[in-house]
């Protein structure tokens, strides 16, 4: 295992990660752009076609915009956070989606080298019957929780193989009767 940065020790009782996606804020930018445009043609329109079409025009554009902007702006990046308790995601600036898994939850966590958007149909907070849910931001490595119920969750933060070695020391000093 790597040392962890600026002298830590390496299992800190709360440790946090996060990945970030540069390239949203360009998707975040045409969102804005789409917004201006709407913004532009409700102060200065050309249009001499008569008002609905201009206004549904406007309410296009922002429409359009709002949804580009939000939604990427929402998985800008992904921040963990892994206590004694829980493991919690939190996505964007304002951490929204969030998940709160409680670590009694969790059977296992395995360290995934390459996570690709395209694997589970891109970037955000997603789900697919065969392979689980998944909050994914950016390629690269990732880690995914085994659940009690089968199910698996798999998250793209910095540092993934770190992250799975906390967790997996985490549930091994749980006590039996806690788990499911």
């Not at 002298?7 to 709360?14: A, C, E, F, I």
């Not at 975040?28 to 206004?55: K, N």
């Not at 996570?115 to 880690?143: D, F, Q, S």
């Amino acid at each position: 295992m790597r040392d962890h940065p600026q002298g830590r020790k390496p299992h800190p009782d709360v440790w946090t990660g996060r990945a970030t996606n540069r390239v949203q804020w360009l998707l975040a930018l045409v969102g804005a752009a789409c917004m201006a445009l709407g913004v532009e043609l409700a102060v200065d329109s050309p249009w001499t076609d008569g008002i609905a079409p201009l206004v549904m025009a406007v309410v296009g554009c922002i429409a359009a915009g709002l949804l580009v902007l939000f939604g990427t702006l929402a998985f800008v990046h992904v921040a963990l956070r892994v206590d004694q308790e829980c493991l919690e995601v939190r996505c964007g600036h304002l951490g929204v989606p969030r998940r709160r898994i409680p670590l009694s939850e969790v059977v296992g966590a395995d360290f995934v080298p390459h996570v690709t958007p395209r694997h589970w149909g891109g970037w955000g907070y997603r789900w697919r019957p065969e392979k689980g849910t998944a909050v994914v931001v950016r390629r690269g490595e990732g880690l995914v929780l085994r659940l009690w119920d089968g199910h698996t969750f798999t998250i793209t933060v910095d540092d993934a193989e770190a992250a799975v070695q906390v967790i997996r020391d985490r549930l091994r000093t749980r006590t039996p009767g806690t788990a499911h």
